[in-house]
């Protein structure tokens, strides 16, 4: 295999059990650079547990408008023409709302008073983990925006602390089909989806591969908890069929699974039918990937 | 004519970057005066459309030339709408692409990735 | 669990409440939990805030569907009035213009902030509308079904989240609000009028983790909320824990079965197909009542 090649585990559909499946292709390919890019809800350091602290560093997003109130005359106008909700009164002057507020800085130039400024904004904190592997993982503030230019920087912290002669690069990503997701796609080389069989995956699923289409990327599923639903689950087959994409693997459900977790172990590290079936997805995947 | 190469840090050593809109400097070599300058990539730092700035520095630095392992269709459009040629670049150091470059070996750059889609003109 | 007769009905004694579900970590139940409680609630309407994925429209296949478009404004420009000064370009913040010989607009990227057209010396740059997404409202029996749905390739459903909210102050009734996963933008503005939040977690370490930045999130809108565990298999429980640990309302504690499981994979919803949920949906519903009264 190419060295350096970055494997993305999307879903749609939140709960798939990508952070899992991650985990455990970390540990089977002995990947020493993978990184967390759901900056929204990230867990892949508690399923990956880290035998050290993290170096820390604050995450700033887009500026945001401060309105000085001593400057501020009252006249209004900012609020008329923030798209954004994010300007609220406040007894005679005007003050912005920093959750709603997108960084546009229209306020900032429409002021005729100069009261508004566009001020370092901390959208999110961003870590990095060193041992024997980099981990780059972050998390973003609670209610902001700007969530793709976290995953960016994830990504970008992860490509300049690597070793240079690194392996596979794994990549856990988010749910959903939206700017944290596009911007992990950007530059990967393959996405793997693991895919729910039940009405609601399925339907999830279509959406997250017609995202991930638009970007020529490699895609390939597997599904998780196939055992739960096994109409669905010929329905996912089918479907990867028709549209071409390899449909590498299934994962049985496993209360074992939970278990590992929990403890801070992968599915791998205990005997257990899920750990059995995701090596056999990574052999699988690894095949695809030596191809490229 | 001018030929810019992202790559990842301001030296002649230095190894092409493999994003072209997010790279930390531009290695910019001018043909006539044969001299090598970088130039920092202010787009980095972008929320969004990196490549788009990206692209808009190059535009504005007059630059003729790109050599990349990979481009996405937004900034893919700036480019040819500014007439630099983007040529294909291997994952080596970047005055080797340079060199190869120079001796034709490179070729034009077929697979452009779609990035957000499109643009309106 | 005690079994309840069909014939038995809920007091309408709930006046109009927003009720917020979310849970920070996707797949933990929220919308299995939404759409049984908007089922069993009579004359309540359910809304569908998780725009990049909606899914409780695959559970009560609406029908009388009415449409309506989620666009914005982005620019257009007048490439006669243009003469290249690329005050536009520079002003722009998300890099969604670029000039070349003529203003280029990359749409997909624009936040349709209305800046470019302001800042035009010559007033060359106008709006024109882009569709980014779409709500859907239809009917299940008696309850009202609102569902936004986001374009494959936008990049932020908040515009379709506010259309959906204006459309959720008209209603009279109670209405359930099915929140995307995560504590971001979206979901801030998903429980910005809520009433009161459902948290939903699940029995995992992860579990437990988003439903704390969840919790915060909550906290800091200083909404009532309680939360619903899910999943239970009588082993260790760190969102039980967590809840403990805060001093959190915990409404109900529902254990992972395999017929819950089937019945919602195969996009059923529980409180028709059996008694025994919709018990626990009418008991969740009364804890509820009890804290907004």
């Given at each position: 295999m190419k060295d350096k090649l970055k494997l993305l585990i999307l879903s749609?559909?939140?709960?798939?059990?990508k952070t899992t499946v991650a985990c455990a292709f970390i540990r089977l390919a002995d990947s020493r650079a993978y990184a967390d890019c759901d900056v929204d809800a990230p867990n892949l350091h508690l399923a990956c547990r880290q035998t050290s602290d993290p170096m820390r560093k604050d995450f700033y997003g887009l500026k945001k408008a401060y309105i000085n109130r001593d400057n501020?005359?009252?006249?209004?106008k900012c609020y008329e023409y923030?798209?954004?909700?994010a300007i609220y009164k406040q007894g005679e002057v005007y003050q912005v709302d920093p959750f709603s507020?997108?960084?546009?800085?229209v306020c900032e130039f429409i002021c005729p008073a100069r009261a508004i400024s566009m001020i370092d904004s901390v959208s999110g904190e961003i870590m990095l983990y060193r041992s024997a592997s980099v981990f780059s993982t972050a998390c973003l503030k609670m209610?902001?925006?700007?969530s793709g230019k976290l995953v960016s920087a994830v990504k970008k912290q992860l490509y300049e602390n690597m070793?240079?002669?690194?392996n596979i690069i794994i990549i856990d990503g988010s749910p959903g089909i939206g700017c944290p997701v596009i911007a992990s796609i950007s530059g990967v080389d393959m996405v793997l989806i693991v895919a729910e069989p039940s009405v609601s995956g399925i339907n999830d699923m279509e959406r997250i591969i017609e995202t991930s289409r638009r970007f020529g990327v490699s895609i390939a599923v597997c599904v998780n908890k196939?055992?739960?639903n096994f109409k669905i689950t010929k329905e996912i087959e089918d479907y990867c069929n028709k549209v071409n994409i390899p449909f590498i693997g299934k994962i049985p459900y496993d209360k074992r699974a939970i278990y590992a977790t929990n403890q801070?172990?992968?599915?791998?590290?205990?005997?257990?039918p899920s750990g059995k079936a995701v090596k056999e997805v990574f052999e699988n995947i690894n095949r695809i990937l030596d191809k490229i | 004519m001018i030929i810019a190469i992202p790559v990842d840090?301001?030296?002649?050593?230095t190894l092409t970057c493999i994003s072209y809109g997010r790279a930390p400097y531009y290695l910019i070599f001018d043909t006539d005066s044969e001299k090598v300058e970088y130039v920092q990539n202010?787009?980095?730092?972008?929320?969004?459309?990196a490549g788009i700035k990206a692209a808009q520095i190059l535009v504005n630095n007059k630059v003729n030339i790109l050599l990349t392992e990979r481009c996405g269709q937004n900034a893919a459009d700036v480019l040819i709408a500014g007439k630099i040629k983007i040529y294909k670049a291997l994952h080596v150091q970047a005055m080797t692409n340079l060199k190869a470059f120079l001796k034709g070996e490179l070729e034009e750059l077929r697979d452009i990735h779609p990035g957000y889609h499109g643009h309106k003109d | 669990m005690i079994r309840l007769n069909i014939g038995q009905t809920i007091?309408?004694?709930?006046?109009?409440n927003i009720i917020a579900v979310l849970s920070?970590?996707?797949?933990?139940g929220k919308t299995m939990v939404s759409v049984n409680l908007a089922c069993i609630l009579p004359g309540a309407a359910y809304s569908d805030c998780d725009v990049e994925e909606p899914n409780g429209h695959l559970f009560?296949?609406?029908?009388q569907l009415s449409e309506k478009n989620v666009d914005i404004l982005i620019p257009k420009i007048d490439r006669e009035k243009?003469?290249?000064?690329t005050k536009c370009v520079d002003f722009c913040k998300f890099n969604a213009l670029a000039y070349v010989g003529k203003v280029l607009v990359f749409e997909e990227i624009c936040?349709?902030?209305g800046g470019c057209t302001i800042v035009c010396p010559e007033k060359a740059i106008t709006e024109t509308n882009y569709n980014i997404g779409k709500i859907v409202q239809g009917f299940f029996e008696r309850t009202k079904v609102i569902s936004g749905f986001l374009n494959v390739?936008?990049?932020?459903g908040v515009p379709i989240i506010k259309e959906i909210h204006k459309q959720i102050k008209e209603e009279r009734n109670t209405v359930i609000v099915d929140c995307p996963p995560g504590s971001s933008c979206a979901v801030m503005e998903s429980i910005q009028a809520s009433d009161y939040c459902i948290l939903v977690s699940e029995p995992t370490i992860f579990g437990a983790h988003n439903l704390d930045m969840v919790y915060r999130l909550v906290k800091l809108l200083n909404k009532k909320c309680g939360v619903i565990l899910n999943?239970?298999?009588?082993?260790?429980n760190p969102s039980e824990d967590y809840c403990l640990e805060n001093d959190i309302n915990i409404i109900a504690r529902i254990p992972y079965d395999s017929e819950l499981s089937d019945i919602n994979g195969n996009g059923k919803i529980a409180v028709k197909e059996s008694d025994l949920y919709r018990g626990v949906f009418q008991d969740i519903i009364k804890e509820i009542e009890k804290v907004l009264s």
């Open positions: 749609g559909k939140g709960g798939t059990g501020c005359v009252g006249c209004n923030c798209r954004f909700d507020c997108e960084g546009c800085s209610g902001s925006g700007n070793e240079k002669k690194s196939y055992d739960t801070g172990m992968s599915i791998i590290d205990i005997d257990c | 840090e301001n030296n002649e050593k202010t787009a980095a730092e972008s929320a969004g459309g | 007091r309408k004694s709930m006046e109009k920070g970590k996707g797949g933990t009560f296949k609406p029908t243009c003469t290249g000064c936040h349709y902030c390739g936008a990049i932020s999943k239970c298999d009588g082993n260790y």
